[in-house]
């Protein structure tokens, strides 16, 4: 009987000494919670930051150039040639300083809508690139040479009223730092549309 009840007993001592790993005070093994401060990120994307909604919508949104250009409201006409050329993706990477002509630009020049039609594209991605630097200095020091996507040297200097210029274009002294690149407000273009 002795020996029927030690195989009965045995199995459940021998459960309830590992049954429950916590009530020890070494909790080595165990995964602990992410602390609230602890970054957040998207599976998939080592490093990235994944942002609230407030952040990617709100007015002048500062997570990337093209959430600026998207949120801001003097961008539309800009927004719509970016997101119908072929380098919208590379506004929405980072490392670069994107010149963002504000609407009164475009209503200035009315022709501007004919770059959107069927056999334009390539205009219409000359334009595009005309407007996104490599690379950038940062806010701060925004004079000096620069390659477009282009692939030509364009230069933001001081034209002789002392205003900061960048071919076509004058800077409106508005400049941000997104986490994803430098956007530069700008009255006029940084060059006219060549059509196909």
């Known amino acids: 009987m002795s020996l029927r009840i030690l195989l009965f007993t045995l199995p459940l001592v021998i459960a309830a000494c590992g049954e429950n ?34 952040e990617l919508n709100e007015p002048y949104s500062r997570v990337s150039p093209w959430r600026y250009i998207v949120t801001s409201p003097e ?30 630009s475009f209503s200035e020049n009315r022709d501007w809508k004919g770059i959107l039609e069927p056999g334009q594209e390539e205009a219409l991605d000359r334009f595009v690139k005309a407007h996104v630097l490599k690379g950038g200095k940062g806010i701060k020091v925004l004079e000096g040479t620069y390659e ?12 002789e009223q002392g205003e900061l210029v960048c ?5 409106l002294g508005r400049e941000m730092e997104t986490d994803m690149g430098v ?14």
Not at 37 to 53: H, I, L
Not at 77 to 100: A, D, M, P
Not at 148 to 159: D, F, H, K, M, S
Not at 183 to 196: A, C, F, S, T
């Open 148 to 159: 477009n996507l282009n692939g030509e040297t364009v230069a933001i200097e001081r034209n």
């Open 183 to 196: 956007v530069v407000p700008v009255m006029g273009w940084v060059e006219d549309i060549q059509w196909d």
């Open 75 to 104: 961008t539309q006409y800009f927004e719509r040639l970016v997101g119908k050329s072929s380098v919208n993706r590379t506004v929405h990477s980072g490392g670069h300083t994107v010149l963002i002509p504000e609407d009164l």
């Open 167 to 171: 071919g076509g274009a004058r800077l």
């Open 21 to 54: 790993p916590s009530s020890s005070n070494d909790n080595q093994g165990e995964a602990q919670p992410p602390t609230p401060d602890a970054p957040v990120k998207v599976k998939g994307q080592t490093g990235r930051k994944a942002y609230t909604a407030e």
